[in-house]
Structures are given as structure tokens and as C-alpha cells.
């Protein structure tokens, strides 16, 4: 074969795993605003894609063999074109019909319609060029090796371009659109020249669609009956993060409250930040989420020479406003860019809180400084990151801990029966470390509190509302450690009833679930 053509045909596998890998991200983070980015997700999109490609390997396969399997092969590239363009159709439809549903097989309901379809015909792609390539058996091996290296290699620099530029800087919507569009391309020109115009019309009609939905993208209609007003929403590596204001008549369903609006800040959905400014203080309504107020409570128990704060995980920053309105000196270590960004923007957070862009356990590892109280409020989602409440972790949290201060983790609701053992096993690891450690649940009911560790070397301030650890079972609970990432699998069931309780306590109807998609 011409050695041309043959480059030609490498150049088509070249982007072909570009835009697979390209597409796999695109599909988690399509996932990630209603399913998280667990990593039961990820196994589930990794899966599926896996699935696809074999499935079209061996569909490719048999196509080889065909005559004009290089017309096959632009044809095949052309469809596969248009089910990449229509990743953003497809996500929207999937999630309006599975979004609220059980969430594992609503996650492999959902990655089998987004996914599947396009990476099902790009992994039919390869044997489709070592079929052109390799017109005899001699040089088969070589032929297939070197598309597939090729193929890999534009993957591997594709994850990173989509990972860390892409997908952060671009969002979701668009980078689909114009994959399909590259991908597409250079097929419909091959096919052109081989007078195929029938062709020409499937790119006209991607072209269209495309069309159609960057101006749909960039026209959204973000209110909603003027009561919900979208304000920010960025994808990102990390997930989606949005900030909306409710107005409070239509929230809290009361008609005294109009003209007035109350704003929150969701992560994959999951609200993460709550900023209600016309909260009536004396009828016992709180500005903030509840936990905010029991740490600086406990924290005003410091002696008032003892004010350095350092807090793992910003969100929408309402915990180091309050602290730093109370007089506290906090710094703050957020893995997210975005969150800083949101924090000063939408939540006012103060010029003299210092954010540092890191991860939690990095910065741990490499801060020399003393901190009279450590803060882990490190929620994405539902989420809580194995690697910062493990044993190994704690043990370098203390070496920064002064004597007479705090560790205080925020964290779920249940640490009862199966849905608890995530949470027991935190308290097992926190004792296990040497911490002095009681639990304070911010509210009477299961489905409305969050659970905060006090933990300390001494003794430290105890409450009535403190929970009574005599009566909760840590028989069965795991010391967490670096050695096995087991806290997701632990946790899996109270993450589960979380989401899909949080999901749908907020985004309750239709109209709310479109905002957000």
C-alpha cells in the first residue's frame, strides 16, 4: 500500500483514540452532576467503555473482511461522529429517565446510552486500518501494533488535554461538539472524493445538530418561574459545581418571604454551601448550615491567644467567613480552583482568609506550621476522600496539631448499622491514633444531621447533644490506612441514600433537574 495512504490511515487512528479517551471523560462528567464521581461510577463508565470497544473490535473484525472495507471504515468513523456530537442529547435523555432511580443500575442504564454507541463503532475503527494496512499475513503483527501504539498514544495525550485543560476551561457541551466534528471530518473529505455524497448529508446534518446545540447552549433560559436563578455552573475534573439563589417564598414555601432569596452552592448536585442573609435569628433560623455555628461554638472555647485556623476544604467558604467574623485567623487548603473563585465572588468571602490551591494531604505533609484547631470539611459531593482519614494521615495532622487544639471532621449522617460502618470505622482510626474523640449530630433527625468528630489530645468541651458511643457497636469497624482504600466501599451504602436523598429533596421536579443538566 502507498505509504501515504497508510500515514493517512495512521492519522485517522491517531485521533480516533484521542476521541475515545475524550469521550470517556466527557460521559463520567455528563454522570458525575446526578450520580457523583465515586468509584463505583467510574468502574461503571470504565466498564461500559471497555464493553464498547471490545464489542467493536470484534465487530471491526468481521467488517475487515468485507470488500471496500475502506469505505466501511470513513462511514463507520462519520457515525461514529454523530453520536459524539450527540453526547449532550443523549446525557439529558438518559438522566431524565434515570436520574432518580437506584443508583447503580441507573449509572449502567445511563453509561450504556451515552457511551456505548460511539465507543462501540471507534473501537471498530483499528481493524478496520490494520485490515487496509495489512493486505497478507506477513505483516499483520506489525500492522496491528503499531495502529493500536498509535491509537494509544493519542489517548494518553488526549486524557491529559481533556483532564486538565478541555473540560475545566470549555465545560462539556462544546468539547463533544467539536470531537464529533474532528472526527468526522477528514472521513467525509475520503468519502467526497470517492463521489460518496450521501455522506455529505450525515455532516451537513452534524453540522445542524451542532449548530443547534451551541446555540442552545449559550441561549439557556437559567430562571425558572424568576424563583430559581442560576448564577454560575463550570464542569470541571473534579465535577460540576453550581451556585443558584431560591427565592425563600418558594423554598421554604412561605408567602412572607417574597423578595427574598437564599443561596447555595451544589457539587455534583449535592449542596455544599448554604447563604440565607434574611435568616430571623430570633425565631431560630440560621444563616448557615448548622454544623457552621457548633464549630465556632466549640472553637470559642480556646483560650483567645489560640486562633489559628487551618481548614481543609473551602466550599462556599461560610465556615471560614463565620470563623474569621468571630475572630479567628483561618488559612485554607481547597483542591479546586473554582471554589476560591465562587467563595469571594458569590459567598463575600474576606480578602484576609489565605486559600492555597492544594491537596489536603499534601499540604498537611509539607506545612511545618502549629494550628490550634484543623478543620476537614473536605465533602465533594457526597464524597469524602480515603486518603486525608487514614491512619497515616492523622499521624501527620498531629505533628501541626498544637497540644491544646482541635481536629473537628464534618461528616455524614448515619454512623448506625450498615449505612454507619464508614463513619464507625473513621472513629476506630481516630481513636486508634491516640484522639480523645465525641461526635456531635447537629440536629434530632437521622435525615437532617451532619456528624461532627471532636477529637483531641486532651480533654475536650463536652455537650448534652453529644451522641452516647456506649450504644453504638465499633465491633466490626476498620482502622483506615493508606495500605487499602477500603473507605468508599465502607461508606458505599450511606453514600448511596445520601445522594439520592439529597437529589431529590432539591431538585425535586423537572424544571429543577434541567437547570442543572
Known sequence: MDKKV??????????????????????????????????????????????GLAAGYFFGGILSSQKKNVIILYRVLLIAALFTVLLPYTSKIALSIFGLRSLMPAVIASSLLILFPPVFL?????????????????????????????????????????????????GLTIPSIISGLVLGILPLISLLKKKDFKSLLLYSFIILLSIFQIYKHLNFNLNHQNKIKLLYKKEGLLGQIMVLDYANDYYFDDSTLVGQNSRWLYVNRISQTKDNPYARIEKGEERYFSYVYRFTQLLNNLPNENKNILLLGLGGGSIAKHLTNNGFKVEVCELDARMEQVARKYFGLPKSVNVTIDDARHYIKTHNKKYDAIIFDTFRGEETPHHIITKESLEEVKKILKPKGYLLINSYNFIEGEKGLGLRSI??????????????????????????????????????DYLDLKEIDFSDAQVLIDEYPSFELLNSRASLVWRKWAIGNYFGDKNELNIAQ
Open 427 to 464: 472513629y476506630v482510626t481516630l481513636k486508634n491514633s491516640g484522639f480523645n474523640t465525641s461526635i456531635w449530630s447537629t440536629d434530632d433527625n437521622i435525615g437532617d444531621r451532619n456528624l461532627l468528630f471532636i477529637s483531641s489530645f486532651e480533654n475536650h468541651p463536652i455537650y448534652p
Open 122 to 170: 471507534m473501537g471498530a475503527v483499528s481493524p478496520l486500518i490494520i485490515g487496509n494496512i495489512s493486505k497478507n499475513g506477513k505483516d499483520s503483527g506489525r500492522a496491528a501494533g503499531t495502529v493500536y501504539a498509535i491509537s494509544t498514544v493519542g489517548g494518553i495525550l488526549s486524557t491529559f488535554l481533556f483532564g486538565f485543560y478541555i473540560i475545566p476551561n470549555f
Open 6 to 51: 497508510i500515514r493517512y490511515l495512521l492519522l485517522l487512528s491517531f485521533i480516533e483514540g484521542a476521541i475515545v479517551m475524550g469521550t470517556e471523560l466527557l460521559g463520567a462528567k455528563m454522570l458525575a452532576p446526578f450520580f457523583g464521581s465515586s468509584l463505583y461510577v467510574w468502574s461503571s463508565v470504565m466498564a461500559i467503555t471497555l464493553g
